[in-house]
Nanobody, 124 residues
């Protein structure tokens, strides 16, 4: 069982940066690929980024490629999302999630464990 807690959200102006963290409990963090997802009001939850168990393989949604960076520190049981050049359309609740499989899935349904989310608001 893995429990996930996100932090680092807030209000930022367009063009600014935010750094999100997701701390995991338990000793099995390195057994999970980790993903970041986001959900804006009235919209479905969408994939943002994914990092493999070792950190060697990373995927990004096209909408954030070149602006966001996902990373992890298995010694600290933490996954990060550095967000630069933020846009108003990045406004959403951001969730981290854990996937015990290694298929590189971008589907929310593939992830077994979820945090409660952190709000990111980008003003224009």
């Amino acid at each position: 069982q893995v429990q996930l807690v996100e932090s680092g959200g807030g209000l930022v102006q367009a063009g600014g940066s935010l750094s999100l963290s997701c701390a995991a409990s338990g000793r099995t963090f390195s057994s999970y690929a980790m993903g970041w997802f986001r959900q804006a009001p009235g919209k479905e939850r969408e994939f943002v980024a994914r990092i493999s168990r070792s950190g060697a393989t990373i995927y990004y949604a096209d909408s954030v490629k070149g602006r966001f960076t996902i990373s992890r520190d298995n010694a600290k049981n933490t996954v990060y999302l550095q967000m630069n050049s933020l846009k108003p359309e990045d406004t959403a609740v951001y969730y981290c999630a854990g996937d015990s499989a290694s298929y590189g899935s971008r589907s929310p349904g593939s992830y077994e464990h979820w945090g409660r989310g952190t709000q990111v608001t980008v003003s224009s």
